[in-house]
């Protein structure tokens, strides 16, 4: 079957996409803009439940990232299930990039490597999720053009901090460098993850929308946000009957504050870049061969002083 028109355009820009996303010019206006003012608290508020900020330390035990891989599942099944069927709708059409974003599949390979091959019989959908998976399915429903609000919300996020999340992850679990368990973070038909999250703003600002849409569209943003709060808080609630988290040798990634881009909800523009410096320089310093290698230079430098 040949590519859908928007599947075309997302492989290959059209020239005026490509000159929005080399000099992408911002208004007020733009329902992207809006977006980001509108959910500024609630991206805060996300980025700083006790969940999200052990994660980002690299204090996350094994049985709450598969809780956690779980509910994404019964998440991302649903959402992309609403998005298949208003492919077609003028409120989302621009926004329907199944190739490049849809998530479930990867999800049910990272859950065979949990779980097994009978994985679908052991996992539930919790009941923080099966609030969230709920909602997506009225407005997949009766109001396709929110779904809008949780694309962005996820995808966006899951292309910037979750970049983040998905290096934490595989060095606090110890998961394979050959990407098992991690393919929900893995989105190999996107090349260049910052370029495409800016075609993906400009599709958004280019959807016909009144200004009461917009506003609700804002409104659930917000409430998609709320939702994964409470998922996250359903989690750490249940982490903490596990005991206290000891975490993987190293430094970690991220100490939970400040930079927005470590976290999984962070939708701005970028280049990409999503590592520290300052953390990468440190990790270094504090590793054993480094420590020999400085080691060896001083006494180098001090014998040549002597003399």
Not at 61 to 80: P, W
Not at 85 to 107: Q, S
Not at 199 to 215: G, H
Request: glycine share 6%; net charge negative.
């Amino acid at each position: 079957m040949s590519p859908s028109k928007d599947e075309e355009s997302a492989e290959s820009p059209s020239e005026v996409e490509e000159m929005e996303m080399d000099g992408e010019t911002v208004s007020s206006t733009d329902l992207s803009e809006i977006l980001k003012e509108g959910t500024k608290e609630s991206h805060d508020r996300a980025e700083n439940t006790q969940f999200v900020k052990e994660f980002l330390k690299g204090k996350i035990r094994r049985e709450l990232f598969e809780l956690s891989t779980v509910a994404l599942y019964f998440t991302y099944s649903a959402l992309e299930e609403e998005m298949d069927k208003n492919a077609e709708h003028p409120g989302f059409a621009p926004l329907y990039f199944p190739l490049e974003l849809h998530r479930k599949d990867a999800l049910a390979q990272d859950l065979e490597y949990f779980y097994g091959a009978d994985w679908q019989d052991q996992i539930k959908c919790s009941e923080a999720t099966a609030r969230y998976v709920e909602r997506i399915h009225h407005i997949g429903e009766y109001e396709p053009e929110l779904l809008a609000a949780h694309a962005y919300t996820r995808y966006m996020g899951d292309l910037s901090g979750g970049q983040v999340l998905k290096k934490v992850a595989q060095r606090a679990l110890r998961l394979p460098s050959t990407g098992e368990g991690l393919q929900f973070y893995t989105f190999d038909n996107i090349s260049n993850p910052a370029r495409f999250k800016q075609l993906y703003r400009s599709r958004l600002n280019t959807l016909e929308t009144s200004r009461e849409i917009r506003e609700r569209i804002v409104e659930e943003a917000n409430r998609a946000f709320c939702f994964n709060m409470e998922v996250f808080e359903e989690l750490d609630k249940f982490g903490k009957t596990l005991g206290e988290v000891v975490q993987a040798p190293g430094v970690p990634l991220h100490d939970g504050k400040g930079d927005a881009r470590k976290c999984p909800f962070y939708a701005e523009k970028g280049n990409g870049e999503m590592g520290c410096p300052l953390h990468s320089v440190v990790a270094v310093v504090q590793s054993c061969p480094f420590q020999l290698v400085l080691a060896a230079l001083l006494a180098l430098t001090a014998g040549w002083y002597l003399l």
